[in-house]
């Protein structure tokens, strides 16, 4: 997970704080990161509901922010296809109303 994590930074944590886009060839590298990373997590949750264990926690809520800018901003949902059980997952993150919530405040601003 450390490598989504910063693979996830890189690529949409510089266009938030205004360094614009990430060099190409950096961005295809990390892509790659991140899908090898999905791979992972998408096998993981195959065989438990949430991120850490059978119980929505603090991984899923630490990584839900990230995901929607993956997924939503950026545009890059053919990834829920391609791994489904992320996708099972992502689903079940907006279905809650704290997770749309975060969402929400995200999305006026009022935290980032």
């Given at each position: 997970?450390?490598?989504?994590?910063?693979?996830?930074?890189?690529i949409l944590g510089?266009?938030?704080?205004?360094?614009?886009?990430?060099?190409?060839?950096?961005?295809?590298r990390y892509f790659?990161?991140?899908?090898?990373?999905?791979?992972?997590?998408?096998?993981?949750?195959?065989?438990?509901?949430?991120?850490?264990?059978?119980?929505?926690?603090?991984?899923?809520?630490?990584?839900?922010?990230?995901?929607?800018?993956?997924?939503?901003?950026?545009?890059?949902?053919?990834?829920?296809?391609?791994?489904?059980?992320?996708?099972?997952?992502?689903?079940?993150?907006?279905?809650?109303?704290?997770?749309?919530?975060?969402?929400?405040?995200?999305?006026?601003?009022?935290?980032?």
């Amino acid at each position: 997970m450390i490598i989504l994590d910063n693979a996830l930074k890189l690529i949409l944590g510089t266009r938030a704080l205004g360094f614009g886009p990430p060099d190409p060839v950096e961005l295809a590298r990390y892509f790659k990161e991140i899908k090898k990373a999905l791979t992972v997590l998408d096998k993981t949750l195959g065989t438990r509901e949430y991120m850490a264990g059978p119980r929505y926690s603090l991984v899923d809520i630490y990584y839900a922010p990230w995901m929607k800018a993956l997924f939503n901003d950026a545009g890059h949902k053919e990834l829920l296809v391609e791994f489904p059980n992320v996708g099972d997952w992502w689903g079940k993150m907006c279905d809650r109303p704290q997770v749309q919530k975060v969402f929400e405040l995200m999305g006026s601003g009022t935290i980032v």
